[in-house]
């Protein structure tokens, strides 16, 4: 098992980061005096309501914890601030790429429009890299439980803002009750433009459908990914395709994806070869940081070693969604720095 000072050292990257579940304390209060929301709690009451108990019931019961921060996200001002508030934890946690995703249709209260939104958290982001050691880019992401009406709102924002920060796009949400295939008119528009897609799918039991359905409709990477170790006869193609799963240790199991360590795929699947990485999810409503996750994952596979954790990060490089360039500056220097790292 490595020591938590060996894995500090580790440069890392995170391809699933979700910008309203990972806002810090500070920032929480400072969106809401600029929103002029007074919310009369103590710090330990804010991360009451904005942290989930570890052990949620279910997937929705976690994501309820969102309906806190977002009445705090309808400016540009606290958009912006936001994104930089996120970047900037990453940065501490020795994060050098990253992709936050967010659902710009929940912004759009104070009549934001939706390139509006989208236009603070790329300036957020651009912020944070002019302060940080840190690439930071942005994923346009819908949600499932959305009218089709509204979704199909989110592939012209693509054609609008031409930034180089606005790298994807992504379907979140209750994939039990909204599968994968109510969304292939929605995903066509997204092919048609050329731009990368990722989907959360197989989060939750009985999903497993929604991973072979994404990878059909164009996705190369997978959001959590977990029933994947129910499709024994698809992993190959997992393997084949190069397919990035998004895994979040902490998030899976506060979601009921998994109950027992045991039952934990990671592991199983990264041996088979199948292109697995290691994500927060949401840092403030699963009260983790991506040393944290790295740190579970060391203490539950103890020969899970230096030159594993390089191993996931190019994978992550590989699916990160930027040219080939910047993928090999990327891949020479974490190989770089990982050479230097001493347990």
Known sequence: MLRPETIAQMPKVEL?????????????????KNAKINLNLTDEEILEKAQAPENTRNLLEYLARFDFVLPLLQ???NLELAAYD??????????????????????????????EAVEAVVAGLSRAEENFDIIANALVC?????????????????????????????????????????FSGLLAQVNARNVHITLHAGECPHCEQNIVDSVNMGATRIGHGIMSKNLPEYQETLI???????????????TKSVTRIEDYPFKQLYD?????TLNTDNRTVSNTTLQKEYEKISTWYPDFGIEDFEQINHYAIDGAFIDIVEKEALHFKFTDEYKKISD
Do not use: W
């Not at 699933?16 to 809401?32: E, F, M, R, W």
């Not at 970047?87 to 994060?95: G, H, K, S, W, Y």
């Open 240 to 254: 084949s395709e190069k397919i990035v799963l998004e895994m979040a240790p902490s998030s899976n199991f506060q």
């Open 86 to 115: 996120v970047a900037r934890q990453a940065a501490l946690d020795n994060i050098r790429y990253i992709e936050i995703r967010f659902a710009p249709e929940q912004h759009l209260l104070q009549n934001l429009t939706l390139e």
């Open 272 to 276: 088979m070869g199948v292109h697995v």
């Open 75 to 77: 400016s540009y001002t």
């Open 142 to 182: 819908g949600l499932r439980q959305s009218t089709l009406e509204k979704l199909e709102k989110l592939p012209p924002i693509f054609d609008h803002i031409n930034d180089s920060h606005l790298v994807g796009f992504d379907l979140a949400g209750d994939e039990l009750n909204y599968p994968q295939q109510k």
């Open 16 to 32: 699933h980061c979700h910008l309203d579940g990972s806002l810090s304390l500070s920032c929480i209060k400072t969106l809401a």
